[in-house]
C-alpha cells in the first residue's frame, strides 16, 4: 500500500472519538448532547428538553415526559475531530439501551447533578461501562443549582463508585451562579460571556484568593495523581521542574485510556458554561478506534479457532449490529463498524445463523434524520437497510473471513401485564406491532399464557410497559387494553431430595418404559438449572441421558402447576432403568419431567420475588412519613444518608409488588418535594404468609379460561 495512502488512513481513524453521554435520570445528559450539537454547528437554535423540543429526544413520549427513552445517534465535528455521539436513557426501565449502546462506544461522558452527586442510576450506568472497559469522563453538570458542590460531588464518585476521579477544573462561584472555571492543565481563567466564546486569561489575579489558593492546591493533586502515567512528568515533579502542558495531557491521556482514572470538568450546560471546555476534554483524552487493542472472536458458533481483527480499514470487514428500529420503509439495523469497509450492495454473512445479508441502504443518523452514504469505514457507526435475519448482537462480517464477536446480554424482565386490543379486529395488527418491538427491545416478552390464552407482555418496570402501550397507539395506531401489572415470581426446591421418576406404559404392542433416580438441591448461587449425570454401568444408555435433562429442564421453564419458572436447581442422574425394546427418547423426557414434578411435590417449594434497589430523596421534615411507608412495604433499609442541606437520602431493598404507584404516594407524603429511582438487583423468598396467597392466585389463575 501507498505509505501516504496509509498515513492518511490512521490519522483519519485517529481524528475519530465515539463516545456516549450517560447518568442517572434528570442529570442533564440531553441537554448537554443539545449544547454539543449547538457548538459544533449540527442545529442553529439550542432546544430544551423542558419544552419538548430536543434535537435527540425525538419521539413522543421523549417530548411529553421530558426524558430519554431510546438512545439517539448523531455526528458532529470540533476542532478537526469527528465525533460519533449517543446520547442515552436514563430510567432503568431502558437499561438495555444504555447497555448495547456502551457495548459499541469507545468512550463515555459520565454526567452528575452537582447536588445529588453519585445517584442509583449512576452506579448502574457505572458498572455497565467498566463491564466493557469503556474509559469515561466526569461533568458535573447543574453547578448554577442552589447547594451545588463540586468536590462534594468529587468526593461521592470516589467512594459510592470506587473511581479516582481527577479533577481538571475548579469552578469560579459568584454565589449559586458559576461564572466560569480555572484550567488546571493551561492554570488559565475561562470567564464565561453571553452568547459568545468565554474568555480565557492567564491572570490569576482576576480571581478571589481563595479560588486562587484552591486551584493551586488541585493543580498539586492532579499532577501528583497522574505522575504514575509518565515517566517525563514524574521526573521533572520530583526533581522540582516546570511540568508543561503536553506532558500532563499526555499523562491524563494515558491515565484515561487505561480506565486508571477519570478527569473531572464542571459546568451548567443549560446555562452553556463548560460545555467547550467538554468537547476539548472528549478530543484530547476519550480514545480514538487507533487507541483501541485489536479484536478477537471465534470463527463461528461452532468453531472456536480465535480470529484477531485491528481497527484498520484494509482489514476484512467486521461489525456488530447493536440495534433494530422498526420502520415501514425498511427496518433499521444500527452497526458498529470495528474493521474493513462496507458498501452498500455488498453481500455479508450473518455469522451467528451463517445466513447472508444485503446491503440495501447505508445511512448516517441524525436522531430521527438520515444522511444517506455510499460506505462506511472502520471506526465509524451507521444505520443499515435491509437485513433480513439479523438482530440486536449479531457479527455481520466479510463472507471469506468470519468472525464472531461476543455479543450482549441483557437482565431478566421483573414485570408482566395482560394486553388486548379494544377491537378484536386489531387482534392480528396487535400481534405484528408487538412482534416488532421485541425486535427492537431485547428486554420487552411477549407470549401467550397457554390457561388463560391471553397475551402477556414483560418488561424492566411500569414506565417500560406503559411507553409499550402508548406506542401501540401513536406508531401502530392499536388502540389496546391493560391488566394490572403482575410480579415476574419465580420458585425453587424447598429443600435437597432424591426422586423416582418412573413411565412405564403397556397399551398393547410397543410400550414406553422409563425410570430415573435423581437427585434435586436448591443451589442459591444460580438462577440456573444444572444437571449433571453420575449414572454408571450402563444403567441408564447414554443416548437417553440427554433426553431425560430435556424433560427436568423444559418443566422447569415452564414452571410446573404454578406456571412460574423453576430456578436454582442442581439435578443430578444418579440410577435408572431402561428396556431393550420399549425404552425411548420420549419416554425419558416423560421420566425426567416426572421426577422434577415429584421433586416439588415432596420437598415444597419456595417462591422468590424480584427485589428493586431503591434510593429516597427526601427533605428532612418528611424522612418520617417516608421510613413509615417503606417499612409498610416490606422495605429492608441499608442506609440513611444525610446529603446536601437539609436533604436525606434513604436506601435500601424493596420488593417489586410493593412498589406499584409507589410515585403518587411519595408525592402526596411529601408535599411533591421527593424523588425516587430504582433498580432491579436479587431474587429473595417471600414470606410465608404471602406464598401461600400466591401460590392461591397462581391456582385460580390456571382454572380460569
Known amino acids: ?115 445529588s452527586g453519585v445517584e442509583a442510576q449512576s452506579e448502574t450506568v457505572w458498572r455497565q461501562a467498566t ?61 464565561a460571556q453571553e452568547g459568545d466564546d468565554p474568555i480565557r486569561t492567564k491572570d490569576l489575579d482576576s480571581v478571589s484568593p481563595e479560588i486562587r ?31 508543561t502542558r503536553d ?74 449490529a447493536f440495534k433494530t428500529v422498526s420502520d415501514p420503509n425498511g427496518d433499521l439495523t444500527f452497526v458498529r463498524v470495528y474493521s474493513g469497509v462496507l458498501n452498500r450492495g455488498d453481500e455479508v454473512v450473518n455469522v451467528r445463523t451463517g445466513k447472508k445479508e444485503r446491503i440495501g441502504r447505508l445511512l448516517r443518523m441524525h436522531a430521527n434524520n438520515r444522511e444517506a452514504m455510499d460506505r462506511v469505514r472502520a471506526g465509524d457507526i451507521c444505520a443499515v437497510v435491509g437485513l433480513k435475519h439479523s438482530i440486536t448482537g449479531d457479527t455481520l462480517a466479510d463472507k471469506a473471513n468470519p468472525i464472531m464477536l461476543e455479543s450482549m446480554e441483557f437482565p431478566d424482565t421483573v414485570i408482566s401485564m395482560s394486553i388486548n386490543p379494544e377491537s378484536r379486529g386489531d387482534r392480528d395488527k396487535l400481534g405484528e406491532a408487538l412482534a416488532r418491538l421485541a425486535k427492537e427491545d431485547p428486554t420487552f416478552r411477549r407470549f401467550t399464557d397457554p390457561e388463560t390464552e391471553e397475551t402477556i407482555i414483560a418488561g424492566m418496570g411500569e414506565l417500560h410497559l406503559e411507553i409499550i402501550a402508548s406506542r401501540l397507539l401513536r406508531e401502530f395506531k392499536v388502540p389496546v387494553i391493560t391488566g394490572k401489572p403482575r410480579v415476574a415470581y419465580r420458585q425453587t426446591l424447598a429443600k435437597a431430595i432424591e426422586v423416582e421418576g418412573r413411565h412405564v406404559k403397556q ?42 435433562e430435556y424433560g427436568i429442564v423444559k418443566y422447569c421453564e415452564d414452571g410446573g402447576d404454578l406456571r412460574l419458572p423453576i430456578v436454582g436447581v442442581k439435578a443430578t442422574l444418579v440410577d435408572g432403568k431402561s428396556h431393550d425394546v420399549d425404552s425411548s427418547e420420549i419416554a425419558f423426557r416423560a421420566a425426567g419431567r416426572l421426577a422434577i414434578r415429584g421433586a416439588l411435590e415432596q420437598a415444597g417449594c419456595t417462591i422468590m420475588e424480584p427485589l428493586m434497589r431503591i434510593e429516597v430523596t427526601t427533605p428532612d421534615e418528611f424522612v418520617g412519613n417516608v421510613i413509615g411507608d417503606l417499612n409498610s412495604r416490606r422495605m429492608q433499609i441499608d442506609e440513611i444518608a444525610q446529603g446536601p442541606g437539609d436533604i436525606r437520602i434513604v436506601r435500601g431493598k424493596v420488593p417489586i409488588a410493593e412498589t406499584f404507584q409507589y410515585s403518587t404516594t411519595l408525592r402526596s407524603l411529601t408535599q411533591g418535594r421527593a424523588n425516587f429511582s430504582m433498580e432491579p438487583c436479587e431474587y429473595m423468598p417471600v414470606p410465608r404468609s404471602l406464598q401461600e396467597v400466591i401460590v392461591k392466585e397462581q391456582l385460580a389463575r390456571r382454572k380460569k379460561k
Open 1 to 115: 500500500m501507498d505509505p501516504k495512502l496509509h498515513a492518511h488512513q490512521v490519522a483519519d481513524l485517529a481524528s475519530r472519538r465515539n463516545f456516549g453521554i450517560m447518568a442517572h435520570i434528570d442529570a442533564g445528559k440531553t441537554t448537554v448532547s443539545e449544547r454539543i450539537l449547538y457548538y459544533t454547528g449540527v442545529i442553529r437554535k439550542v432546544q430544551e428538553v423542558h419544552d419538548g423540543g430536543a434535537t435527540m429526544d425525538y419521539m413522543e413520549d421523549e417530548k411529553e415526559r421530558g426524558i430519554t427513552i431510546t438512545s439517539a445517534a448523531t455526528y458532529c465535528e470540533w476542532k478537526g475531530k469527528k465525533l460519533s455521539l449517543i446520547d442515552t436513557p436514563g430510567h432503568v426501565d431502558f437499561t438495555a439501551e444504555v447497555e448495547r449502546s456502551l457495548r459499541v462506544l469507545d468512550g463515555a461522558v459520565a454526567v452528575f447533578d452537582a447536588v
Open 131 to 191: 463491564k466493557y472497559n469503556v474509559p469515561r469522563i466526569c461533568f458535573v453538570n447543574k453547578m448554577d443549582r442552589a447547594g451545588a458542590d463540586f468536590f462534594g460531588c468529587i468526593e461521592s464518585i470516589r467512594k459510592r463508585l470506587g473511581a479516582k476521579a481527577v479533577p481538571i477544573q475548579v469552578p469560579i462561584m459568584d454565589g449559586q451562579d458559576m461564572m466560569g472555571a480555572i484550567d488546571l492543565v493551561e492554570m488559565e481563567v475561562i470567564l
Open 213 to 243: 489558593a484552591q486551584a493551586e492546591k488541585s493543580r498539586i493533586e492532579m499532577i501528583e495523581a497522574i505522575a504514575d502515567y509518565s515517566d517525563a512528568l514524574m521526573e521533572t515533579y520530583l526533581e522540582g521542574g516546570h511540568v
Open 247 to 320: 506532558e500532563i495531557r499526555q499523562a491524563l491521556r494515558e491515565g484515561t485510556l487505561r480506565s486508571a482514572m477519570h478527569p473531572v470538568l464542571c459546568g451548567s450546560a443549560l446555562k452553556n458554561r463548560g460545555v467547550r471546555s467538554l468537547l476539548d476534554a472528549i478530543c484530547d483524552y476519550l480514545p480514538s478506534p487507533h487507541d483501541l487493542e485489536p479484536l478477537s472472536g471465534a470463527t463461528g458458533p461452532k468453531d472456536e479457532t480465535e480470529q484477531v481483527r485491528k481497527h484498520d480499514e484494509n482489514e476484512p470487514f467486521c461489525g456488530l
Open 507 to 548: 397399551t398393547g404392542g410397543s410400550g414406553q418404559f422409563g425410570v430415573c433416580k435423581v437427585q434435586f438441591e436448591p443451589d442459591h448461587e444460580s438462577t440456573d438449572v444444572s444437571f449433571e449425570s453420575k449414572v454408571v454401568g450402563g444403567r441408564v444408555p447414554k443416548e437417553y441421558i440427554p433426553a431425560i
